[in-house]
């Protein structure tokens, strides 16, 4: 399985921001797919999680309120959307997906993107 991410790059503080996974080699109906991110000088948390029908989403708790993560099965696609960003946003952001038929697996992740980075300015 190969994740490919694009979006991020420079942003200004409450600019909304939106990142694409895009997944080849398995169908993703199988995976339970996330996005995390690794600021500077700190571990790598899980932003967002969704299970392979979409149905059941987990959110950091920091950033629930700002965040969506969503799918589309069909492009082999996953998106996070956040809004009103801020400079504490500001890190790698990585795509990952697990092997999962049921529920949200993405602490499991075999799988990850390259990494993008995105930066906020104040």
């Known amino acids: 399985v190969e994740l490919v991410e694009s979006g991020g790059g420079l942003g200004q503080a409450g600019d909304s921001l939106r990142l694409s996974c895009i997944a080849s080699g398995l169908s993703i109906d199988e995976l339970s797919m996330g996005w995390f991110r690794q600021i500077s000088g700190k571990g790598r948390e899980r932003l967002a999680c969704?299970?392979?029908?979409?149905?059941?989403?987990t959110y950091l708790d920091s950033v629930k309120n700002r965040v969506t993560i969503s799918r589309d099965n069909s492009k082999s696609a996953l998106y996070l959307t956040m809004d009103n960003v801020k400079t504490e946003d500001t890190a790698m952001y990585y795509c990952a997906a697990a092997r999962a038929q049921f529920g949200v697996r993405c602490d499991d992740s075999k799988y990850w993107g390259q990494g993008l980075q995105v930066t906020v300015s104040s």
């Open positions: 969704l299970s392979s029908s979409g149905g059941i989403r």
